[in-house]
């Protein structure tokens, strides 16, 4: 069963567009929700992450947010470049009383963003 | 700088051999993965291990063994290699229970085909 629904599978847009990328959970017992990104023929790294204690999330032109009580937590990408073109997963994990920290992935979006 | 070693990037093997894939990670970290990427799935657990000679399954174990004899190594193995483990292996590693964060570094990435 998928521990972490993401949609959608792929987005496109303009250049300068905000793209939105959804994700919704339903182990209450996740306390850490981080993004990573993905380059073609590279390994995913991390872009920005979010704890539920705080509702949003701000690094540069990307922002986390986060809705506790709906489960649910989205990316956003103000004035979204086509270096910005890439895939997307989201990604949940229980760190506090888990013998691991293992993540749960979504199942990725690509993003294209056009010139 | 962190890094995450795989020891090749394509690999072609044939139905029946047996395959190991290595990974090597430089930031002792004890937490290492082997995840396999497909389009449209994401990223699948397949093992995990928390220590040497430690090892977990993940969500999809069928067909794979792992070996953790040193912190630094984790290694993936395919007992019996079929056409439907064609895929993309990437490993990763993270900080243990109780760090600051668990962010995972992955590899680039090997990608496998059993022809």
């Known amino acids: 069963q998928q521990q972490v629904k993401q949609s959608p599978q792929s987005l496109i847009v303009q250049k300068g567009g905000i793209p939105i990328i959804n994700c919704a959970y339903e182990n209450t017992a996740f306390d850490y929700f981080p993004w990573y990104q993905q380059f073609p023929g590279k390994g995913p790294a991390l872009l920005i992450a979010i704890r539920p204690d705080v509702s949003e999330k701000k690094e540069g032109r990307f922002t986390i947010s986060f809705n506790k009580s709906a489960k649910q937590f989205s990316l956003h990408i103000m004035d979204s470049q086509p270096g910005d073109s890439a895939t997307y997963f989201c990604a949940a994990s229980k760190r506090r009383g888990s013998t691991l920290g293992r993540l749960y992935f979504g199942r990725g979006t690509q993003l294209t963003v056009w010139p | 700088d962190v890094k995450v070693t795989q020891s090749s990037r394509y690999l072609v093997k044939r139905t029946g051999e047996k395959v190991f894939l290595e990974c090597v990670q430089d930031?002792?970290?004890?937490?290492m993965f082997w995840y396999r990427q497909d389009p449209g799935l994401g990223l699948r657990l397949i093992y995990f291990s928390y220590d040497v000679k430690m090892k977990e399954k993940g969500d999809i174990p069928e067909g794979y063994s792992v070996s953790r004899e040193k912190k630094e190594r984790f290694s993936l193995i395919l007992e019996s290699a079929s056409t439907n483990q064609t895929s993309m292996y990437l490993c990763?590693?993270?900080?243990?229970?109780?760090?600051?964060?668990?962010?995972?570094?992955f590899g680039q990435g090997t990608r496998l085909t059993v022809v």
């Open positions: 990763a590693s993270s900080p243990p229970r109780g760090a600051q964060n668990t962010e995972a570094f």
């Open positions: 930031m002792d970290h004890e937490n």
